[in-house]
């Protein structure tokens, strides 16, 4: 990974909060303890697959009502 060995592990945070309407709202926080790791993960374009996977997760939860 982007971490360098010895470096401090990122710190991966999920919060579900219940909203009306039985919605559930998602958080997700990484927490990286150097700008370098930050910009490392960024650059993997880890983002863009994660989000094509909410949008996967989405569409599969709509069709569980």
Known sequence: GPEAEGAEPTVNV??????DGGRTLLELLTECHTKEVRD???ETGMEVGAQEQ???LDELAQSLK
Request: proline share 0%.
């Open 54 to 56: 909410f949008d996967v």
């Open 14 to 19: 999920a919060t579900f909060t219940a909203l």
């Open 40 to 42: 490392a993960i960024l």
